[in-house]
């Protein structure tokens, strides 16, 4: 296959760059330049300076999890939660009844954000050693925080943020993933997540009962199967085929399981009694 011209792919990277910007100065919805920047290539570093200039979070954080920046992943969540938290304070000041209702549509959009992104990132990283996460657990908590303080919307988070916990955990030993779940939440929700972590429990030792019981099995048919070959090798007949006599001096035994005494076989060479040449 034809390799693409140099001069060709750095021309498009410089129009993609283009289109992302121009995308930020007509304010058009950031998932726009986020689908341009999964599906382009694009000079990543230049895409972030864009994405800072103009306070785009989200992009930040897909371009970081795209170069397996954990550290700033999390530090990127941890900084959109407190910013969320500080406006859910605002909102509740606030005595305009129309300017409560912008921001509250301006939070649940944030909220959303933030919970997806995580939501992301717990799958392409899969953190072996979560509870050492200080950065992830202060997210998760952050993000409990915004939902007991949303009552309106507090169910329809609640599957969501299980649903993040339960990948969070899904690598990690179930001491540690308890251990993970106190830290980062407490009351009904924390009995759910515990809930969802016993039967994730339960689901891997069943798969493992049913791994290992074909594994069993695979091992009884090949023991099987080598014992079958061994018994070609085997003298199966306490007398020779020839003088039905004990064997007590020098033998020949055959792959076919006939034994002979060496005086009594003529033929060095085959089985008399299989080749139908006993007399």
């Known amino acids: 296959m034809n390799e ?3 001069i060709i ?8 760059m283009k289109v992302i910007e121009s995308c930020y100065e007509m304010k058009k919805d950031t998932t726009e330049i986020r689908q341009i920047i999964d599906r382009k290539t694009c000079d990543m570093d230049k895409v972030i ?9 989200r992009t930040i954080l897909m371009i970081r999890r795209k170069k397996g920046e954990i550290k700033e992943c999390f530090r990127n969540l941890q900084s959109r939660s407190i910013t969320c938290l500080n406006e859910i304070d605002k909102q509740n000041q606030n005595q305009n009844e ?6 509250e549509e301006e939070i649940t959009k944030m909220y959303e954000g933030i919970m997806e992104d995580l939501k992301e990132v717990s799958e392409t990283f899969r953190l072996r050693d979560i509870t050492r996460n200080e950065e992830c657990v ?3 908590k ?6 007991k303080r949303r009552n309106e919307c507090y169910e329809e988070y609640k599957k969501v943020y299980r649903e993040i916990v339960e990948i969070e955990i899904s690598n ?5 993933g308890i251990e993970f779940c106190c830290k980062i939440t407490e009351g009904v929700l924390l009995r759910m997540v515990l809930s969802d972590l016993i039967k994730q429990s339960q689901s891997k030792l069943t798969m493992y009962k049913t791994l290992q019981m074909i594994s069993n099995e695979q091992l009884n048919q090949t023991i099987q199967q080598h014992n079958k070959e061994l018994k070609k090798g085997i003298i199966t007949t306490k007398e020779c085929v020839v003088c039905h006599k004990e064997k007590d001096e020098l033998i020949n035994v055959f792959g076919c399981g006939h034994s002979y005494h060496s005086t009594c076989l003529k033929s060095s060479g085959i089985c008399l ?7």
């Open 4 to 6: 693409v011209n140099p």
């Open 9 to 16: 792919q750095r021309n498009m990277r410089c129009i993609v």
């Open 49 to 57: 300076e864009l994405a800072l200039k103009y306070k785009d979070e």
């Open 98 to 103: 129309e300017e409560r209702k912008e921001k």
């Open 138 to 140: 202060e997210v998760m």
């Open 142 to 147: 952050r993000c409990n925080e915004i939902m």
């Open 172 to 176: 990690i030993p179930i001491k540690e």
């Open 273 to 279: 009694e299989c080749n139908h040449l006993m007399t």
